[in-house]
Nanobody, 114 residues
Framework: VQLQASGGGLVQPGGSLRLSCAASGSAFPANAMGWYRQAPGKQRQLVAGIVSGGVPNYADSLKGRFTISGDNAEHKVYLQMNSLKPEDTAVYYC?????????WGKGTLVTVSS
């Protein structure tokens, strides 16, 4: 299974970005898909995820600004990020769980700066 993320870039504080991730190589729907991020000098942290048939879950600090959507059966997941702050600067990684195995994309860089 391969995951390809896109949509990162440079945005000013208060702006918005939409990340996309598409998985390929599995005939089965994903059990879960979502996003993590890793800021410089920090550990990777969960941003948001969707478990098949379940409700989305978010990092508490990001609720209300970030929205995850997608279709695990279609192997796609999106992350709408609004009211971005400089502390949101990070590499954002898409992940997917297929039949108990985790897969990761290469990451897309989001830079929030004026």
């Amino acid at each position: 299974v391969q995951l390809q993320a896109s949509g990162g870039g440079l945005v000013q504080p208060g702006g918005s970005l939409r990340l996309s991730c598409a998985a390929s190589g599995s005939a089965f729907p994903a059990n879960a898909m979502g996003w993590y991020r890793q800021a410089p000098g920090k550990q990777r942290q969960l941003v948001a995820g969707i478990v098949s048939g379940g409700v989305p879950n978010y990092a508490d600090s990001l609720k209300g600004r970030f929205t995850i959507s997608g279709d695990n059966a279609e192997h796609k997941v999106y992350l709408q990020m609004n009211s971005l702050k400089p502390e949101d600067t990070a590499v954002y990684y898409c992940y997917a769980n297929y039949r108990g195995l985790e897969y990761w994309g290469k990451g897309t860089l989001v830079t929030v700066s004026s």
